[in-house]
């Protein structure tokens, strides 16, 4: 048995007029969000992709899949709350998880505390146990052009 695991996680949406821009579980002002099934919250998704991963229980699609009307629209913490059951009844805890958001714009530095402490509520753990990040393209690719959005996640879990 192995008391400490690691997952990673990935997810990427594009960026539209119109839409509602959640990240990290807080909603972001500006003139284009994130389109998705649920709320497409880049980086809760992505949170809870490395923490399913970490536990070896699958991905998100696999427990939220986008073909059901159950999730269309959700807010993404109900979705991290439920992977945190999930979490749970395994006896897993988690130890931290680092966040990298990939984006031209908007600037998210002033977002940042707010962010950490939604997540850390939902999760039920301390805000030091989150970092968060954010980088831009460079103007290259999608997310360059301000296409689209990425986020990364790496998360430290172990057994309770």
Not at 1 to 19: A, K, T, W, Y
Not at 49 to 73: W, Y
Request: glycine share 10%; hydrophobic share 45%.
């Amino acid at each position: 048995m192995f008391p400490f695991r690691i997952g990673f996680g990935f997810d990427v949406h594009q960026l539209v007029e119109g839409r509602d821009f959640w990240l990290g579980g807080i909603k972001i002002e500006h003139h284009k969000g994130a389109l998705g099934h649920s709320d497409a919250d880049v980086m809760i998704h992505a949170i809870c992709d490395a923490l399913l991963g970490a536990a070896n229980l699958g991905d998100i699609g696999k427990h939220f899949p986008d073909t059901s009307n159950e999730f269309k629209g959700i807010d993404s913490k109900i979705l991290l709350a439920k992977v945190i059951e999930l979490l749970k009844n395994e006896q897993y805890s988690i130890g931290n998880l680092d966040v990298t958001l990939s984006l031209e714009r908007p600037k998210i530095a002033p977002y940042l505390p707010l962010m950490r402490s939604t997540l850390a509520g939902v999760m039920n753990i301390e805000e030091g146990q989150i970092s968060i990040k954010a980088t831009t393209n460079e103007k290259l690719g999608y997310v360059g052009a301000e296409l689209g959005v990425n986020a990364y996640a790496v998360a430290l879990i172990h057994k309770i």
